[in-house]
């Protein structure tokens, strides 16, 4: 079936420092890959998303480029801010039937000290 | 402002007491899913509604119940049968591979 693995956390990183959070999929066909952050009590919001191989999304200074050699959605940032504390969501898009079911990694949380 | 709305935010109740968990969109989207959060497991989808009157169980369904009766409506109830109901749970709704997520409930069962 269809499954998503991401590094677990949780991440520290001082301010203006460089982010990777690795994603890795197992899917068939050719999903949709997306990154969604959930700020602390509230729920998911998009951050970015690729729908094929070498497609690179792009949103607020985080990237992530679809790799499908390697079945990987890495997000990467290269300045981070306190801001950015949240809890990172790495999913894919299975689609069938009609529906649109995301299955998700188990986040990383991150916090960013000044 | 169009979005995705649970209420209550915070619930409390009694083990063995059955509750129900409420979202409402107006969006007009035709499909709205539940999923189940709880710490370093990530969201698990409990079920699902691509339109009115039609759900179909998700990963994780035993111990719950919804229905479908009005496009807007997906409410979830978290039954007596749940062996581990206190949890974080989010509403969504979907037009094709774009979703909205409500604010969550956080269950606590006592």
């Known amino acids: 079936g269809n499954s998503v693995t991401q590094m677990e956390g949780p991440v520290t990183l001082s301010e203006e420092a460089f982010l990777t959070i690795n994603c890795t999929y197992t899917a068939t066909g050719y999903p949709s890959l997306f990154w969604y952050v959930q700020y602390p009590g509230e729920g998911l919001q998009l951050l970015l998303k690729?729908?094929?191989?070498?497609d690179k999304g792009s949103n607020k200074g985080f990237e992530a480029t679809y790799r499908k050699e390697t079945t990987s959605f890495h997000l990467e940032k290269g300045s981070v801010q306190v801001s950015d504390s949240a809890v990172y969501f790495c999913?894919?898009?299975?689609?069938?039937?009609?529906?649109?079911?995301?299955?998700f990694g188990k986040g990383t949380k991150l916090s960013v000290i000044p | 402002d169009g979005g995705i709305t649970q209420s209550p935010k915070y619930l409390f109740r009694k083990e063995g007491q059955n509750v129900t968990l409420s979202c409402e969109q107006n969006l007009n989207h035709d499909a709205m899913y539940w999923y189940r959060q709880d710490p370093g497991q990530g969201l698990r989808l409990i079920y699902y509604s691509q339109i009115v009157n039609d759900f179909q169980k998700g990963d994780i369904a035993e111990g719950y119940s919804v229905s479908r009766e009005k496009k807007e409506s997906f409410p979830l109830t978290v039954t007596s049968a749940q062996k581990n109901p206190t949890a974080f749970y989010l509403c969504?709704?979907?037009?094709?591979?774009?979703?909205?997520f409500g604010q969550g409930t956080r269950l606590t069962v006592v």
């Open positions: 999913a894919l898009i299975r689609a069938g039937a009609g529906s649109y079911q995301l299955t």
């Open positions: 690729a729908t094929k191989a070498d």
């Open positions: 969504a709704s979907s037009i094709g591979e774009k979703a909205f």
